[in-house]
């Protein structure tokens, strides 16, 4: 009797041993599933990621792998891209005669961001995300050479450029050199003609789109000397290769009408030319009501001689 029982300890010894272990085995299914797992809840683009031109429409989940021995779902969420459909309904398209004309609260609407107050002269300042990304690019090169960028003036909507021009209308506040036009100037045609010197008529303004500053000092002759003319030096060396461009260059030959010479009003090409194309095809001077003197709009040819007279390199 002990042969046989010796033989089956044995044999039970030894069939133990040879059974693979089982050790691996346990973190099998967790690296089958971790996978799976990851694949099933792929990251989700936010809106605020996605490339800012991108229509609604076109804005989707990714499509999730499949999975092997797992059939693809047939039917994605599409909450997601309800939701940012909805969202930026609500809101002008940059290629819209609203949005063109300023007339949304930047502080709400979802192309724009919030600068850092530390790059400003002011706070609560906003520009289009695409925009402030060139900037933060340019005002780095900048600093390494010693140059400091300081945004005086970012996005202005409508309603702020009307404070800011029937203040100038009504003689609440002077015109720089301290001309009071309530007092010295009766004729709308000649006040709207002053006050253009240097300030947009409401719903003309590039402040309005997100893609224009005002850097360092709202003065010409501040960039000529010291540290302006370091800085202005800089800036047409450099701020193109960022698509910063100077809007109002001197008067003369290349640029006969518009604004005078603004040294530090720079505008970001790549979206601002978008939206000066879609300006001149759907602006008219008789677009330009809600404020006083806005009747002398189609006289002046606001569009042809303002909106559009410009440094030709940002036509
Ligand atoms: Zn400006």
Request: hydrophobic share 30%; aromatic share 10%.
């Amino acid at each position: 009797m002990q042969k046989p029982i010796l033989a089956f300890l044995i044999f039970l010894i030894l069939g133990c041993q040879s059974k693979p272990s089982n050790h691996a085995a346990d973190t099998t299914p967790a690296a089958v599933n971790a996978p799976q797992l990851a694949q099933k809840t792929p990251p989700q683009p936010s809106a605020d990621s996605l490339p800012l031109d991108t229509p609604p429409e076109t804005i989707t989940n990714p499509t999730p792998k499949p999975i092997p021995s797992t059939p693809p779902k047939s039917t994605p969420a599409p909450s997601h891209k309800k939701t940012v459909s909805k969202r930026q309904n609500n809101y002008p398209k940059m290629t819209s005669k609203k949005y063109i004309t300023g007339r949304f609260n930047q502080r709400k609407h979802p192309d724009f961001v919030r600068l850092d107050d530390r790059y400003c002269a002011y706070p609560d300042m906003y520009l289009r995300k695409e925009v402030y990304a060139a900037f933060l690019k340019m005002r780095n090169a900048a600093q390494k050479d010693h140059i400091r960028l300081t945004i005086r003036s970012a996005t202005r909507n409508f309603f702020t450029q009307k404070r800011i021009w029937e203040n100038k209308w009504t003689g609440k506040r002077n015109l720089a050199g301290g001309e009071n036009l309530a007092k010295t100037t009766k004729s709308p045609l000649l006040r709207a003609k002053k006050i253009l010197r240097y300030s947009s008529m409401p719903g003309s303004s590039r402040h309005h789109w997100g893609t224009d500053i005002d850097l360092n000092d709202l003065a010409n002759s501040y960039f000529e000397s010291g540290k302006g003319y370091k800085m202005y030096q800089w800036m047409l060396k450099n701020a193109h290769q960022y698509g910063f461009y100077q809007v109002y260059t001197a008067k003369g030959p290349k640029r006969p009408v518009g604004y005078n010479e603004e040294r530090w009003h720079w505008t970001y090409l790549p979206t601002s030319k978008i939206i000066l194309r879609q300006a001149k095809k759907i602006l008219k001077d008789e677009d330009f009501t809600g404020f006083l003197g806005s009747q002398t709009a189609p006289q002046i040819h606001i569009v042809q001689n303002y909106v559009l007279g410009i440094n030709p390199e940002c036509l």
